[in-house]
């Protein structure tokens, strides 16, 4: 199946620096998402790009989705400590949109 | 409130015996899914379901059945558990119109251990 290679797979940060992280995969995806969980919690979906080369924000957040349609990026600024968690994203094809294909997750430590 | 419920939350079961885990939706969506969560690997998906009796295989269905007969439940069916998968499952619900999800919720979670 498609494969999707997360980076970093793990940050250690203090707080109020910014963070990037980003997904590449080998094959085109419509649609890439972006996820964090919480410990002992489901994911919540952050961010959704739809098109390629869209650039979209959601508070401290901001999301790409690459013009190859093969990478996205997602970064944090002015991190705070409940921005610790698991951050994972995921790519879907429009044609068989019911499947989704996850990342390996980056895991974020903020440093008070 | 809107919400994806799934239980058992914990389950030690031992190799061979049937189980099953229910996922229900309150929120009338079309489309669910479920998925496994192992250290280092992420997320992968097991099975999903685009509505009531229309169901696909994801990356890993293996070992796995799901049935969707009605819209608000998606049952994980484990026939003869082994301890390959001893694993963190979810359940998700999503709203979707024209291949875009517009909402998506996941479940608790199911921490499901085979011995």
């Known amino acids: 199946g498609q494969q999707l290679n997360q980076s970093p797979q793990s940050m250690f940060i203090q707080e109020g620096e910014d963070v990037s992280m980003n997904c590449t995969s080998s094959?085109?995806?419509?649609?890439w998402l972006w996820y964090k969980q919480d410990p002992g919690e489901g994911p919540v979906l952050l961010i959704a790009l739809y098109k390629a080369g869209e650039l979209t924000s959601n508070g401290r957040l901001t999301a790409q989705f690459g013009i190859t349609r093969k990478d996205s990026f997602l970064n944090i600024s002015a991190s705070i400590p409940s921005d610790v968690g698991i951050y994972f994203c995921?790519?879907?094809?429009?044609?068989?949109?019911?499947?989704?294909?996850f990342g390996q997750g980056t895991i974020l430590t903020v440093h008070p | 409130e809107a919400q994806v419920t799934q239980n058992p939350r914990y389950l030690i079961t031992v190799t061979g015996k049937k189980l099953t885990v229910t996922c229900s939706q309150n929120?009338?969506?079309?489309?669910m899914s479920w998925y496994r969560q192992d250290p280092g690997l992420g997320l992968r998906q097991i099975y999903y379901?685009?509505?009531?009796?229309?169901?696909d295989k994801g990356d890993v269905p293996e070992g796995y059945k799901v049935s969707r007969k009605e819209k608000r439940n998606f049952p994980l069916i484990l026939e003869s558990p082994s301890p390959n998968q001893t694993s963190l499952y979810f359940c998700a619900s999503s709203g979707a119109s024209g291949g875009v999800f517009y909402e998506q919720y996941f479940g608790p979670g199911t921490r499901l251990t085979v011995t």
């Open positions: 379901s685009m509505n009531v009796e229309v169901t």
């Open positions: 995921a790519g879907q094809l429009r044609i068989s949109y019911g499947k989704l294909t």
């Open positions: 929120m009338n969506h079309e489309y």
């Open positions: 094959s085109i995806f419509n649609t």
